[in-house]
């Protein structure tokens, strides 16, 4: 997968968080990076959308299903097995699509600049997912033989 230089913005949002969260191995992961990311403009966005009483219905279900991405992210990220952890990725995968139609309602409030910009950070995390999920999915956990009886002692009654 080739790498891609972070949004514009990130790098100076991500030198203001703790250095116990950045330690963390989920961090590593750039679909969760850019969903916690993603999810501090929401809430940015929301008290723009809420401002306008037609519009809080989306700020809240926009704010949800962003949210939502970097929580199934790490859900995921622990899970032992790799369909475990597709599973979890796919609900990402379904939120983060859900987003994309919540900002795009909120194009009339928010402004076509900055939905833009979210839709291109939405965008690069499902294609992240797109090839993450199918390998994750791949990694099947392997099940151990039983052991043949070596003698009557190991036989079962």
């Known amino acids: 997968m080739p790498t891609f230089a972070d949004p514009d913005g990130f790098a100076e949002w991500e030198a203001t968080l703790p250095a116990s969260y950045l330690r963390d191995p989920i961090w590593r992961t750039p679909a969760y990076r850019y969903g916690v990311w993603l999810a501090a403009l ?17 700020a ?14 790490a ?7 790799g369909p475990e952890r597709a599973r979890y990725y796919g609900y990402a995968q379904a939120t983060t699509r859900e987003s994309r139609d919540w900002y795009f309602k909120a194009r009339d409030v928010l402004g076509d600049e900055v939905v833009e910009q979210r ?27 039983p052991r043949e009886p070596r003698d009557d002692r190991d036989a079962m009654p």
């Open 42 to 58: 929401a809430k940015k966005d929301f008290e723009l959308l809420y401002a306008h009483r037609a519009s809080r219905n989306t």
């Open 75 to 81: 859900e995921g990220y622990g899970r032992s097995t």
């Open 119 to 145: 839709l291109a950070v939405l965008e690069r995390i499902l294609r992240i997912l797109s090839a993450v999920i199918p390998r994750e999915r791949a990694l099947r956990v392997r099940l151990r033989r």
């Open 60 to 73: 809240e279900q926009l704010l949800r299903a962003v949210e939502a991405i970097s929580g199934n992210l």
